[in-house]
Each structure stands twice: as structure tokens, then as C-alpha cells.
């Protein structure tokens, strides 16, 4: 249902933002589904009908396929509503230390055809490679924003919350198929694997939604301030024994900005686990919305393009 709609669903924040489930896969299952990554990578997108995934009816073909059908089983079960068609899949392998521009999940043909966006009830990211105890990769981050058909635009056009969601070996997130998001660039040089499931509607054991007492605010004020830091003012690590893999973030007056590469923050990029700030909004007014400069007062060059375009591909 396009957004925008009377009968629109409304996303509900946070719950709708990201739910993630460690341990999804038995370790068997995952390390078959993590060593067919690269040769599936350079497929293109599968389909698996819901008759084929429904316990009953059950019909799988390949790992891929007994993948969904353990994610239908023991997640998504219980959170689908009852017309869904099927899942659409997919694996990503990233270049290392690279991301995913913001965009969102949708039907391409829908959007080809009749230009209305249209998209996955659910989308599912099983990652199939986490980074190590004290490194973590880029997270996926997903924007409290949607598409607009009727505007022909993303709304909010400043969005002031977002969860971040780090990569865990076996750990499923699953959001709003609605919702805006992508993947920031990483300091960490580490294999960042990801096998997309997208579902074209009683919380499994293990699973971590995030609540309203998880949110981390930024706090008003004038300064950009880097997510490592918000996080660290919070007590927050992602990395080590207590490492947290999802966070929901509310900055009200500030933008997220992602850091564009290696070349940002005066040779420290490497320090960071996490590429990117929470700069105030004023600052960012200041360079002018096409402008390909960062601004003045915030040296590292932010990646423009991902920051201020929602890319509208997949
Ligand atoms: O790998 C991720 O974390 C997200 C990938 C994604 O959103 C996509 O491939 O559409
Ligand atoms: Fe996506």
C-alpha cells in the first residue's frame, strides 16, 4: 500500500524500524548459506512462492531456499499478515569497507510501469559475515522516512530518528519494507556478506525489538558529534563481550551524515567503528542543498549524495 494513502498502515516507531533475532540458522545451515555466498552474489534476485514455504505445502529446492523456510518457521511466522505472496531473495557481498547508498525496497516493474512505488510488506537482512570481537562492520541504518506517491517525494524530507542495526554473524533484522534505509561506508576492512529476504504481514525466543527505553537521543546543542562518541556517552559499545547490535536514534535538529571514505577525519577515519555523525541541521543548511561541499565548519567531507538523495533503485 503506497504510502500516503488514507488506509496507509502507519510505521510504528520503533517497533517497526528493526527487530533483530540472533542465531537464526542452525550453525550447519549457516555455513553452507555463507560458503554458496559469493556464487549466489552474482545471481539475480530469486523468487519463492508462499505455497512453497508454507509447512504444509512445503517444496525447497536449494540452500537458499531451506534458508527462507527456517526464517519463515522460527521468525517471520508469527509477524506476516495473511496475504503475502512469497519471498523475493537475494545475497550481497561488499567491497570492502564500502557501503549502500540510501534507497528504497521496491517492486522495479511497479515502478518501470506505472511509477508508483511499491514495497516488501517486510524486509529481512540475515547477515552472513559480522566482523570479529573488537571490530564492526558498517551498519545497515534504516530512516524514519517513506515514499510518497501522491507527493512524488520521501517524507519526512529530514527525518530525526533511525535505528543502526551492525552486522552479526547468523543475526536476522527485520523491518517496515516501507521504510527508507542503506548501508554506511565502514573504517573496518572486514567481509560485510548480506542475504536479502524481502515478504511481498508473538516474538520468537532470542529476539531483541528495540524499545522506547533503548532510543539514544542526541543532545540539543551545537556541535556535530560522531556516533562512536553519542554511543560512548551512553555507555554504549559495539564492540567486545557486551557489544549492542541495534540501536534506535532520535536527532531531533541534527542530520545523519555519513563520512564519504578514508580521506575524512584528517587520517583518524580508522579509529571509528561507526562512519558517521550527527551534524546540526543549521550547519548543514549553510552549504546548500545540491551543493557537493562539505561545510565550513565540519571539515570531514561528508558523502553528499547519501546523505541528501534517496537513491529511488534497489
Ligand atoms: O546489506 C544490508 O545491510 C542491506 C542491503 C539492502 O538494503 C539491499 O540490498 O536492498
Ligand atoms: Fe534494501
Redesign the pocket.
Known amino acids: 500500500m503506497p504510502f500516503g494513502s488514507p488506509s496507509a498502515p502507519s510505521v510504528v516507531w520503533p517497533q517497526s524500524f528493526a527487530t533483530v533475532c540472533q542465531k537464526v540458522l542452525p550453525s550447519e545451515l549457516f555455513c553452507q548459506i555463507a560458503a554458496d555466498a559469493d556464487a549466489i552474489a552474482e545471481a539475480p534476485n530469486f523468487w519463492m512462492p508462499k505455497a512453497a514455504i508454507l509447512p504444509g505445502s512445503r517444496t525447497v529446492r536449494t540452500i537458499g531456499e531451506q534458508v527462507i523456510a527456517q526464517v519463515y518457521d522460527h521468525v517471520l511466522r508469527s509477524h506476516l499478515p495473511c496475504d503475502w505472496e512469497g519471498a523475493e531473495w537475494w545475497v ?1 557481498v561488499y567491497q570492502p569497507g564500502k557501503g ?1 547508498a540510501f ?1 528504497f ?1 521496491k517492486d522495479e516493474h511497479m515502478m518501470a510501469e506505472q511509477h508508483v512505488m511499491v514495497h516488501p510488506i517486510t524486509s529481512c ?1 540475515l547477515y552472513l559475515a559480522g566482523g570479529s570481537e573488537d571490530t564492526r562492520l558498517g551498519p ?1 541504518v534504516i530512516i524514519d522516512q517513506q515514499y510518497d506517491n501522491e507527493q512524488g517525494r520521501a517524507v519526512p524530507e529530514h527525518p530525526a530518528r533511525c535505528a543502526l542495526v551492525y552486522p552479526l554473524a547468523n543475526q536476522l533484522c527485520w523491518f517496515d519494507g516501507q521504510l527508507a ?1 542503506g ?1 554506511l561506508d565502514s573504517p573496518q576492512d572486514g567481509l560485510r556478506v ?1 542475504m ?1 529476504i524481502n515478504w511481498w504481514a508473538a516474538r520468537p525466543q532470542d529476539t531483541h525489538r528495540v524499545t522506547p527505553a533503548d532510543i539514544v537521543k542526541v543532545p540539543p546543542g551545537d556541535e556535530p558529534i560522531m556516533v562512536d562518541d553519542l554511543l560512548e556517552s551512553y555507555g554504549i559499545s559495539v564492540v567486545g563481550p557486551n557489544a549492542v547490535h541495534v540501536i534506535a536514534m532520535e536527532h531531533q535538529g541534527y542530520e545523519l551524515y555519513p563520512m564519504a571514505d578514508e580521506n575524512s577525519l584528517d587520517g583518524s577515519y580508522d579509529r571509528f567503528k561507526t562512519a558517521a555523525a550527527f551534524v546540526p541541521a543549521h550547519m548543514l543548511a549553510s552549504t546548500g542543498s545540491d551543493s557537493e561541499e562539505g561545510s565550513e565548519e565540519f571539515d570531514p567531507q561528508p558523502d553528499q549524495q547519501a546523505a541528501e538523495q534517496l537513491e529511488v533503485q ?1
Open positions: 550481497q549502500l534507497h525496497d537482512i545497515t534505509h548501508v548480506t536479502l534497489d
